[in-house]
Structure formats: C-alpha cells, structure tokens
C-alpha cells in the first residue's frame, strides 16, 4: 500500500476558491499512491476563524464534489482532510471525509475535541459525538483530528470499533511539534496501528505558523516517514499486514482488564 501525504499552506491572502483549485493541481503529484491524505481545515485556514461560516457546505457541497473528482482522477482513497461542514440546523462542526477509488464518500468524522486554547473553534463549532470505523481495501479504517490525539479514551474507543488504521488529519502549530510527534507515536504504539498523520504547513491568520512533519508509524513506534514544514508530497509505503502481525506477536491488546475500563466510587 503506498501513502501520500500532502503538506497545503493556507496563506490569508489566498481565496477559498483559488485554494481549492491550487490543492486539486497539488494532487497531481500524489499520482500512484493507494491512498491519499490532506490535512485539517486547509480550504479556510484552521486559524482563519472569521472564514468558517463562510466556506461551511453540506458534505454534497463544492469541496466535497471537486475531492470526488479528485479520487476519481487519482483511481485512489482520498482522506480529503476536514472541511466546515454545515447540517440542516445550521451547526458547524469540523468533518473529516475519507473518499474511495470510484468518488463515493465511504466515512466521514465530525471532530469530538474542539480546541479552545487561543483558538475560537470551541467557540465557534459543534463537537461530534460518534466513534466508527470503516471497512476498506486498506484494512479498517478510522478517523481522528488534531487536538484528538491528546485523548487516548478516543483511540480506544476506534480500537474497540476494529481499528487498523488511524488516519489524522491536522493542523498542529509549530510551536508544538514535539507533542505532535510524541503522541502520533505514543498512540500507534499504544493502539497497534498503522498512523497515518497529514499536517498542515505554512503561516496562518494570527501569524501562526504550523509544523507540517506529516508521519507515518507503525505499531512498533517505527517511524516509516516523516516529512519535514514545507508543502508537497511525501509518500510512503506501507505493509498493513504489520498491524495483524504485531497484535499476534506482542498480543498486549488481549490483556487489557475491562473491568478496570469503568469509574467506580470510592469506599
């Protein structure tokens, strides 16, 4: 299985409109690859707060139909990163999308932990509220975003629901790429997954400036690739059969104590 990890930068002084074409140009270079992924919020700008309303769209809305045509193109899986995505009340929440080979959206996630530490997305958007997996080609597979890799509970949860791979998009700022590339390890090696992680790059509104250094890990904690701040392309391929292979070897999954698994109070 051969993985490319796309790095955007969302410059502010880039349209919504200009970016989406310049990212579909991009995918280009990700030709070959089984299975494609983008990173959080890159058609705003995770930082461009102002943005959200603005660019939020159904999930059969413009961006969603383009990274369609953008599998379909590629004959590839798209994770197409997040978008703002809009619901019939009005909500907006932070939605990954996973796409298959033939353009039909197979998954979709809405981001569980809103960041509120200098950021308005807490503010502004809904948390999700489901944990689920997919069947693919590629093993099964879940979603997560961004600050979800703080929350382990989260991770067991995907295991729980047949987890494989985990497939992280984001939009982690540089300032704290060694957390970024302490848990994307951590919650492979914890797990027994496969983690595939597309970071954002470049600065955003607010001056921030993201760390890129998208990864690959497996569930040994091997680092199969790592990318380093500016955008492009990094591919990497990947035996899945290695997840069944480290469950069997070091089975550390089967041990775990349910029991535990639930708060009880004291005496």
């Known amino acids: ?4 990890l796309v790095q955007v930068a969302s410059p502010p002084d880039e349209s919504a ?3 989406r074409d310049r990212v579909g140009g991009m995918l280009s270079d990700a030709r070959g690859a089984d299975l494609v992924v983008l990173p959080e919020l890159w ?3 995770y930082f461009d707060f102002d943005a959200y309303s603005e660019v939020a769209e159904p ?5 969603v139909t383009a990274a369609r045509e953008w599998a379909v ?6 994770h197409m990163g997040s978008i703002v995505e809009r619901d019939d009340q009005g909500r907006l929440y932070n939605t990954a999308v996973l796409i298959g080979p033939d353009g039909q959206v197979v998954h979709s996630y809405r981001k569980i932990h809103v960041f509120g530490y200098r950021s308005r997305e807490a503010e502004l958007l809904t948390p999700g509220d ?3 997996t997919v069947p693919t080609e590629l093993g099964r597979i879940g979603t997560t975003t961004c600050y979800d890799l703080r929350f382990p509970e989260l991770y067991r949860a995907l295991i729980d629901a047949g987890a494989e791979t985990v497939v992280v998009c984001s939009a982690w700022p540089a300032a704290r790429l060694a957390h970024w590339r302490l848990f994307t390890s951590t919650r492979a090696v914890e797990e027994q997954v496969l983690l595939i992680a597309c970071n954002a790059v470049g600065e955003q509104t607010g001056g921030v400036r993201l760390a890129g250094h998208s990864r690959v890990v ?3 904690g ?6 380093g701040d500016e955008e492009g392309v990094t591919f990497c391929d990947i035996d899945p059969a290695v997840v069944s292979a480290a469950r069997s070897e070091f089975p550390v999954l089967a041990d775990r104590r349910l029991e535990f698994s639930r708060p009880r109070a004291g005496v």
């Open 1 to 4: 299985m051969r993985t490319a």
């Open 17 to 19: 409109a200009a970016r």
């Open 43 to 45: 058609l705003p700008g």
């Open 59 to 63: 999930l059969d809305g413009d961006t």
């Open 73 to 78: 193109r590629l004959g590839a899986s798209l």
């Open 130 to 132: 489901q944990v689920t």
């Open 218 to 220: 497996d569930p040994w």
């Open 222 to 227: 091997e680092v199969l690739a790592e990318a």
